[in-house]
């Protein structure tokens, strides 16, 4: 649980400064976050209460949070962040293979001995392998994780698009 937290802090830090400029902008930045995750399950707690922690720290934030694929499956709601057409998206990585096909190996069977090995591979080394090819497709990463979703961030939006 202490890790969720952490990770959680680390995303919502992330997330504020990399949104920090375009916020600064305006005086109210609304964002649209798309998953699949239903709100009343481990994924949909931990999504509101990273947004709760990043509109705190930036009050020029309104996250509005889609949640149960109400925008569309993991597949097309990850095209449109692509586009520029939803602002934040949270997927697994079949939907994340579309973009970067090699993060489907990722998914494989029996791959990490256990939840921890996952988590040290995913924190430790796939990070940086794979950020640079989100990037490439217009995807800022803001979290990984072994047996979450994927967590990702339209690059424009970031600059203030």
């Known amino acids: 649980m202490l890790r969720d937290g952490?990770?959680?802090?680390?995303?919502?830090?992330?997330?504020?400064?990399?949104?920090?400029?375009?916020?600064?902008?305006?005086?109210?930045t609304e964002m649209r976050y798309a998953t699949a995750a239903p709100e009343n399950t481990p994924w949909g707690t931990f999504l509101n209460d990273t947004i709760k922690d990043v509109e705190t720290a930036e009050p020029s934030l309104d996250i509005v949070p889609f949640f149960s694929s109400q925008l569309g499956d993991?597949?097309?709601?990850?095209r449109q962040v692509v586009r520029g057409r939803i602002d934040i998206s949270g997927q697994s990585g079949v939907a994340t293979s579309l973009i970067v096909p090699e993060f489907a190996l990722l998914g494989a069977p029996y791959l990490f001995r256990?939840?921890?090995q996952a988590d040290c591979v995913f924190d430790n080394h796939v990070r940086p392998i794979f950020e640079d090819r989100m990037q490439n497709s217009g995807l800022?990463?803001?979290?990984?994780?072994?047996?979450?979703?994927?967590?990702?961030?339209?690059?424009?939006?970031?600059?203030?698009?």
């Open 6 to 28: 952490l990770k959680r802090i680390a995303f919502a830090t992330t997330a504020l400064c990399m949104i920090a400029g375009a916020a600064a902008a305006a005086d109210k």
């Open 74 to 78: 993991e597949q097309t709601t990850l």
């Open 114 to 116: 256990d939840t921890a």
């Open 140 to 161: 800022v990463t803001l979290f990984l994780g072994g047996g979450r979703p994927q967590l990702h961030f339209l690059q424009d939006a970031a600059e203030g698009r």
